[in-house]
């Protein structure tokens, strides 16, 4: 089920008037229908992978039980490395076995030796990549000490599996997540007012602007040899706010969705469009997944208060890690190392806390400089996104080097309705002017502060449901399922 589905609203009506008209007296029935609702919204996806879903928080339960008892650290570390090593093996077989097998097969051809590997033909389960790190943060943060096993294993596996974050994110703590999911929960008008509203910016994000700017994306990047330079710019422009929308407004709409039922997630996303730095475009960019990389891998490698070659490879080791994390293609691999390379710098100089505050804070418009700033982190994170785009990186490169020619400064030609064209720019200006109005906010509509009026904000809050059934069409899948 698709949060931008009829199939969804129904589900979630239902989940929501039995949690808080039936069950609002009962914290332990609370947790156990949710956890009940959040596995059948995952069988729906595939039901044979939920049974994956409940070996893994088995396993990740049992295994804090088991820290927790241990006598001699010496233990404690057996079933962390166990815990770990199973986990990440079955991420690395249904994720990433054919990928090392085919790259193999391909060294081993560069030598003149040729052999046929042996490949899976298996679907990604969706989620796995999501619902992994929950339970690894888990199991570390108890060997750390940083959090105690948890005992009740319908908590844990409400923690783990809750449905609004279960296939996408965001990446949630059991230090943040947990100690809610134990705490009883009344029913906040104004905080579930809060929710649909934030549901409402983030279907307008993932129908109106993310499925729409999909259309023309798809459309120059499977055709990219046909195209001028400047088509091509404005196809990796299309995918630039295809993919912030998509994934940004499924977030908006997992944490709206949350807030109906009294839980507050982590923040994902924090309009990254708008840093004045490769820095501050990494604080601001799914969130959770960032710090998950700081917190477990970045700071125990020696994070940035090392040497320089150790900083170098800190930062290197954690942006292949993250494009690895994306998926198994070179071109994640890629793109992981070119933001590597893009925000060393920041690293090396000492100027990636520089921006820690939202861009012209307190004021209408940003200056010169920062303007500037943004144009220039925009078109760096652009060209990244070519290689997150392409279906291989022959086609980056060429997709690239075709930008890079005399053909950039012609104008933009596509095949296309162009009012429909023009439109969809339409759209996504006045996106960009909703959100730089409400940047100081958790997002871009969570005050409207711009408007004074009561009366206007309904009518603002009234033309996004219109417009949202208006461009509503097929329904198209989150582009971080894959992942």
Known sequence: MLFNSFAFGMFLIVVFVVYWFVLNRNLKQQNLMLLGASYFFYACWDW?????????????????????????????????????????GFLG????????????????????????????????PVGISFYTFHGLSYVIDIYKNRISSERNFIDYSLFVSFFPLLVAGPIERATHLLPQVKKARQFDYLKAVDGLRQILWGLFKKAVIADQCADYANMIFANSANYTGSTLVLGAIFFAFQIYCDFSGYSDMALGISRLFG?????????????????????????????????????????????????IRNTLIIFLVSGFWHGANWTFIIWGLLNALLILPAVLLKTNRNHLEIVAKGRALPTITELAQMIATFLQVLVAWIFFRADSVTQAFKYLRQIFSLSLFSIPQLDVNKAQLLEVIMLIMIFIIVEWQGRENQYAIEKLTWLRKRGYRLGFYYMLVVVIFLFTGKEQQFIYFQF
Not at 49 to 76: E, N, P
Not at 102 to 117: E, H, N, Q, R
Not at 301 to 310: A, E, N, R, V
């Open 48 to 88: 044979r992978f939920l049974l994956l879903l409940i070996f893994s928080t088995l396993l990740d339960y049992f295994t804090g039980l088991q820290m927790s008892k241990a006598k001699v650290q010496r233990i404690k570390t057996f079933w962390l490395w166990l815990s770990v090593s199973i986990n990440l």
């Open 263 to 311: 839980f507050e997630l982590l923040r994902n996303f924090a309009f990254p469009y708008f840093s004045r730095d490769m820095a501050e475009f990494w604080r601001r960019w799914h969130i959770s997944l960032s710090s998950w990389f700081r917190d477990y891998l970045y700071i125990p490698l020696g994070g940035s208060k090392t040497g320089t070659w150790f900083k």
């Open 93 to 124: 077989i249904f994720k990433y076995y054919n990928f090392f097998a085919t790259s193999f097969a391909d060294l081993f051809k560069a030598w003149g030796i040729y052999l046929s590997p042996f490949t899976l033909h298996v679907i990604l």
